[in-house]
């Protein structure tokens, strides 16, 4: 989202949401903990730029190295991307 791998890679994910977007990420996220993923996630994510941009059909999913838990991931086309 505009920014190098590392800053990428370390950025929290609900900062690329918009303050408005928060409770619908957050509702997505607690679908994804409970059923493991989902494959339909689609909201307004934010560059670090400040650019706005729709994501549709998404794929995320509970990450575990072995049986320990340690986030989730997340991937998406750039063709279903579209900025606002």
């Known amino acids: 989202f505009e920014m190098d791998w590392d800053a990428f890679t370390s950025t929290p994910s609900r900062l690329s949401a918009e303050p408005g977007e928060r409770d619908?990420?957050?509702?997505?996220?607690?679908?994804?903990?409970?059923?493991?993923y989902v494959d339909d996630y689609?909201?307004?994510r934010v560059?670090?730029?400040g650019r706005r941009f729709m994501v549709r059909d998404a794929y995320v999913w509970n990450v575990y190295d072995g049986d320990a838990y340690v986030g989730q991931?997340?991937?998406f086309r750039r063709s279903n991307c579209e900025m606002l």
């Open 24 to 36: 619908a990420r957050a509702e997505l996220l607690r679908r994804v903990t409970d059923d493991g």
């Open 42 to 44: 689609e909201g307004v």
């Open 47 to 49: 560059s670090s730029t």
């Open 73 to 75: 991931a997340a991937l």
